[in-house]
């Protein structure tokens, strides 16, 4: 609502329209109370050509939100012609002249000041994404880890020593048996105002199903979400289409889990990635070690293992 109050139209009154392109992460400090009230304010922190961040912060006190402070969330949306999604259309500058959308210098300079960091964010973002392990190689660091972890898991898979007498086997486990799946048939009733099946719906759907894979991994202990970190919408998902949902636990160190969700739309019997997700759990006490034995888990692996450490700092 935000996104559209900017542009000044409705969803169903202009030739614009907003596509939600990711969601950029979701971070969250401290435990959201079902006895509390929970405070969602909304705005705009960064605005491009055709593209905008939308700043979304949670506070359980309704008169400080700072004292009350939650957490934060990160949407990036996309502006399209309603009817051709492959076309751009130009989003309105932010002015920032003071009298004329800032009556209050105090509002104004938040505003300057939430823009700065949205810029800093797109840099990261940016540099990040010509880091990824998709595009570049590993590091000789990051190499020599997954040499390392090979051979450590080889060798304790064909030890003559049983599980009992070594305890280190039953305390790491191959990625690949991490996975958990489902496979949904995608209803009109979860339909978006594009006719798609609603991103919300996706998302709850594969946060599901990482929250089962995290906690069939870690023995059914006690954990909480403090980030979901990126939620990448690649391409819409047809109503009528059938959908799978594919759960992984990449990483793990000490008490934090890495989950990802890949989910695959079913169109004539060609699968199509549609949806990406990754999740930060925090346990009460250390989990079992996961350990990639294909190549493709073993970039899984670091790529999780590069977000991690950036989440973990802040904890």
Known sequence: MVAYKYCNFLPSKSDYTLVTASVDKIELFENISLLKPLVITSYPSLIGSSSMEIRADFSSDPDDSDAGFLGTAYFMFAARDAKDHSKKL???????????????????????LRFEIGAERKLEKIEESHKSLFKTPPSQEESEILHKLYLGYKNFKFSNKSAIDNSEIILQKPIIDTLVEKTLLMHSQNRNVHGKVFGGYIMAMALELAWISAKIHCNYKCFRNICVDTVTFHKPVQVGSIASFK????????????????VFNNINGVNTLTTTINVIYLCDEPVPLVVPTTYDCGLKYLEAKRRSERIYSHF
């Open 90 to 112: 130009s989003l309105p500058k932010c002015d920032f002249t003071e009298g004329k959308c800032f009556e209050d210098i105090d509002e104004l300079n938040k505003a300057k």
């Open 247 to 262: 759960a992984i636990i990449d990483y793990v160190y000490l008490e934090m889990m890495h989950a990802s969700v890949e």
